[in-house]
């Protein structure tokens, strides 16, 4: 593998198990010298997911149980979609050592985060399926959730490759994603829902891309499907972020040695 | 075989406070690579300014200059790790190099656990790299050191980590930089022999050395690059010679 060769998203397939290597390598060393290793994966969502709904539950008497659940199946599917998003823009520049040393094809980068924030979910969703058990959910659509990942992933992974890439560049990406996504927390429905708005602003959450990459993988955790908009808006868009993903790759991947 | 032709690498540089002191010195001849103002303003490096490279198989070179002279960077687009901005490069084989001998070390694992991750990113084989493994314990010498945490080490110690990691697998094509002088002397005897053999057993090798008698040892042919040009070119007692009489 050559830097003077053309850069692609697409990882070449003797390198993949080596990028679950490094996903999960990077996993342990997070949770390294810790009691409890990578049990800290399901805790700190489950604080998360609790306070929440312990704050909303008391504010707003909405009926716990089934609040419970949303609030799980919805912090789930934005940690998936927002970490991933969060450290794009740092994913190259925080492995400038490597990247400076060994020949190593650019894409496994990006790949490697989008592999860590789908351990860190699916670690997330085996308890949410204890929860849905537990409070009498209903898991006959949780299939659907395989489809789901497959399109999260395919919009995904080009925005990270595309963000790293301009985050290496533009060292000011990296802060002004952060707040950005802090934003889109607030204003996406996910600790509140759709129906919570009034009439009149709802076409705002409709125009909000996050509001149906969220829907696709909260439905099916819910026990019911994705409306057909959201399916076809997020299909439209991992085929846009993917052709577009791998021209901008393509085109700006060369120089990344140079930028780290 | 490796084949370099008219290469040359511009690398861009990014300044805030200093860049308007710099861009006014643009031009002038400075140590460490040619400095310009490319497109709006932008400060470059040219680190490689038009080389021109033939190692066939069984060939063994090395390069000489002075500090900044584009050693390295020429090194490191043999590798496949720098881009080049002009020109055509063609390696042909399983390049092995060795540049940053640290990069990938995690201080707050064992010395074994860093053998494994690090091998991963020098042959991506997971059967090869437990087969090899007590071979790198033993020959890093770290007694029941290899499972304390890396960060207990001596400076000294971690150098015998890395340096017996990197020199464990060899491959068709060497390329490096002189920076395995690490350790004590025994240390230093060890990893010559071990590197010895792993250069025989290459196909070509490619080194930049400031040591004349290292590279009279290892090599039948050196190259003197200077302000990112090829020189002079020959045998290594011409080159070298040509080369002190100019640094005189």
């Not at chain 1, 003077?4 to 997070?30: E, K, M, T």
Request: overall charge positive; some cysteine; hydrophobic content about 50%.
């Amino acid at each position: 593998m050559s830097r003077n060769a053309a850069h692609s998203l697409r990882v070449p397939s003797d390198w993949i198990g080596f990028v679950c290597y490094l996903a999960i390598d990077s996993i342990r060393r997070q949770y390294a010298r810790t009691k409890l290793g990578p049990l800290w994966l399901i805790l700190t969502q489950f604080v998360m997911i609790a306070g929440i709904a312990f704050v909303f539950f008391s504010i707003f008497k909405r009926p716990l149980g089934q609040f419970v659940l949303f609030i799980s199946a919805s912090i789930l599917a934005w940690n998936l979609i927002s970490v991933s998003i969060t450290t794009a823009p740092t994913v190259f520049t925080g492995q400038s050592s490597l990247i400076q040393s060994f020949p190593l094809p650019f894409s496994i980068f990006p790949l490697q985060t989008m592999l860590n924030s789908l351990i860190v979910f699916l670690h997330g969703l085996a308890i949410h399926i204890v929860l849905m058990l537990a409070l009498g959910g209903s898991l006959k659509t949780l299939p659907f959730l395989v489809l789901s990942l497959l399109v999260i992933v395919a919009i995904i992974y080009p925005a990270i490759a595309a963000l790293g890439i301009l985050g290496a560049r533009y060292r000011d990406l990296a802060p002004m994603v952060g707040s950005i996504m802090y934003m889109a927390f607030l204003i996406t429905p996910i600790i509140w829902d759709r129906i919570d708005i009034g009439g009149g602003m709802i076409w705002i959450v409709d125009l909000n891309p996050f509001y149906h990459m969220i829907e696709v993988v909260r439905r099916p955790m819910l026990g019911t499907l994705p409306s057909t908009r959201s399916m076809v808006v997020t299909l439209a868009m991992a085929g846009i972020a993917l052709a577009a993903g791998e021209m901008f790759f393509r085109r700006y991947a060369r120089p990344l040695p140079f930028w780290i | 075989m490796i084949r370099l032709q008219d290469v040359h690498v511009s690398i861009p540089v990014f300044l805030n406070e200093y860049s308007r002191a710099i861009r006014t010195s643009l031009g002038e001849r400075m140590f460490g690579g040619r400095l310009s103002a490319g497109r709006g303003g932008k400060v470059c490096v040219h680190a490689l300014r038009g080389i021109s490279l033939e190692v066939r198989a069984g060939e063994r070179v090395g390069l000489l200059g002075r500090n900044g002279a584009g050693k390295t960077t020429l090194l490191r687009v043999i590798a496949g790790i720098v881009p080049v901005s002009n020109g055509m490069v063609e390696v042909d084989g399983d390049v092995r190099s060795f540049f940053n001998l640290g990069a990938g070390l995690d201080p707050t694992r064992s010395g074994l656990g860093n053998i494994q991750s690090m091998s991963m990113f020098y042959v991506r084989d997971r059967k090869r790299i437990d087969e090899t493994t007590p071979a790198i314990v033993e020959f890093a010498e770290l007694g029941d050191f290899i499972h304390m945490p890396v960060y207990t080490y001596s400076a000294g110690m971690q150098a015998r980590l890395m340096v017996a990691v990197a020199t464990a697998y060899g491959g068709d094509i060497m390329v490096f930089d002189e920076m395995l002088g690490a350790g004590d002397a025994s240390f230093i005897g060890k990893v010559e022999k071990r590197l010895g053999a792993m250069l025989c057993a290459a196909r070509c090798v490619v080194v930049a050395s400031h040591s004349a008698a290292l590279l009279k040892s290892l090599c039948d042919r050196a190259l003197w690059i200077d302000d990112g040009r090829v020189r002079a070119e020959g045998t290594v007692d011409n080159v070298n010679a040509e080369y002190e009489r100019a640094m005189r």
